[in-house]
């Protein structure tokens, strides 16, 4: 099994910034392609950024090009969501997301259902 845990969220002034990490254990973290969701209180969740394997392919919802950035680690086993002049409207409960990819290290997916572990989730409330 693998477990994912998320940290560094909070609540931050609009403009402001926060790293969130989510550190992998269980299997090996180089072989997951990896993502970052958030659902807000009556929204449905969606993926905000996606990363490959190799850390080549990346995948952003408009709603944060420009501002957010993933990046991963593999010596930590760690993935990161860089977001910087953050809106009220980011305002969510983030949740990384991992899938097995071992033969592939440019897949990477925008899609929940594709998504096999995901950790529990952490809170970034930016105020206005």
């Known amino acids: 099994q693998v477990q994912l845990v998320e940290s560094g969220g909070g609540l931050v002034q609009a403009g402001g910034s926060l790293r969130l990490s989510c550190v992998a254990s269980g299997r090996t973290f180089s072989n997951f392609a990896m993502a970052w969701f958030r659902q807000a209180p009556g929204k449905e969740r969606f993926s905000v950024a996606a990363?490959?394997?190799?850390?080549?392919?990346?995948y952003y919802a408009d709603s944060v090009k420009g501002r957010f950035t993933i990046s991963r680690d593999n010596a930590k086993n760690t993935v990161y969501l860089q977001m910087n002049d953050l809106k009220p409207e980011d305002t969510a409960v983030y949740y990384c997301?991992?899938?097995?990819?071992?033969?592939?290290?440019?897949?990477?997916?925008?899609?929940?259902?594709?998504?096999?572990?995901w950790g529990q989730g952490t809170q970034v409330t930016v105020s206005s």
């Open positions: 990363l490959s394997r190799s850390g080549d392919e990346t």
């Open positions: 997301a991992a899938k097995p990819m071992i033969f592939n290290r440019h897949y990477y997916s925008n899609s929940e259902r594709d998504y096999d572990y």
